[in-house]
T-cell receptor, first 111, second 113 residues
Framework: DQQVKQNSPSLSVQEGRISILNCDYTNSMFDYFLWYKKYPAEGPTFLIS?????DKNEDGRFTVFLNKSAKHLSLHIVPSQPGDSAVYFCAARHNTGKLIFGQGTTLQVKP | DSGVTQTPKHLITATGQRVTLRCSPRSGDLSVYWYQQSLDQGLQFLIQYYNGEERAKGNILERFSAQQFPDLHSELNLSSLELGDSALYFC????????????FGQGTRLTVV
């Protein structure tokens, strides 16, 4: 039972363009959502988060949008840079505290 | 550097054996999470401890167990190892049980041969 789904295993964009990574969830008990970035041979690194009471959070080039009615969130990276190439994980926090991760999307930003 | 330390970085062991993975959380963090990442898979939540007590359980096998000690470091014990247990095991920590963001260690790569 995959409660957090990232349906696109990979995404390729041109440098300077927008990258949009998507995530869907099924559990209404999630109250906080996070995005992590992971480079090979390293642990995931926290990127940005959003509370379930908000619909948008922005931090520099990164913006996360939350659509609660659709149980959908997305991460926008503008402009995309080659250094953004990594695996991106969406995560959702259950109101009991546990963090559930999606399968990840591999982003490749081409120069 | 996230401040979360995992040891060892690499571990190779035979089927049927038992291993212990260790995690030291960031200073001040009370919560520790364990995750398993198998080849081409996402991060599977195993278990969470908060201030020494088990807080949440995920898809953790009965052959696996964990604990968090009074100094807040945590150990994940894997026994009767099978080839399919080969994976990256990550530990993460956060300040509270009802988290703010969690910070991950570099992981322990376990290879069962």
């Amino acid at each position: 039972d995959q409660q957090v789904k990232q349906n696109s295993p990979s995404l390729s964009v041109q440098e300077g363009r927008i990258s949009i990574l998507n995530c869907d969830y099924t559990n209404s008990m999630f109250d906080y959502f996070l995005w992590y970035k992971k480079y090979p041979a390293e642990g995931p690194t926290f990127l940005i988060s959003i509370s379930s009471i908000k619909d948008k959070n922005e931090d520099g080039r990164f913006t996360v949008f939350l659509n609660k009615s659709a149980k959908h969130l997305s991460l926008h990276i503008v402009p995309s840079q080659p250094g953004d190439s990594a695996v991106y994980f969406c995560a959702a926090r259950h109101n009991t505290g546990k963090l559930i991760f999606g399968q990840g999307t591999t982003l490749q930003v081409k120069p | 550097d996230s401040g979360v330390t995992q040891t060892p970085k690499h571990l190779i062991t035979a089927t049927g054996q038992r291993v212990t993975l260790r995690c030291s959380p960031r200073s001040g963090d009370l919560s520790v999470y364990w995750y398993q990442q198998s080849l081409d898979q996402g991060l599977q939540f195993l278990i969470q401890y908060y201030n020494g007590e088990e807080r949440a359980k995920g898809n953790i096998l009965e052959r696996f167990s964990a604990q968090q000690f009074p100094d807040l470091h945590s150990e994940l014990n894997l026994s009767s190892l099978e080839l399919g247990d080969s994976a990256l095991y990550f530990c993460a920590s956060s300040v509270a049980g009802f988290g703010t963001e969690a910070f991950f260690g570099q992981g322990t790569r376990l290879t069962v041969v």
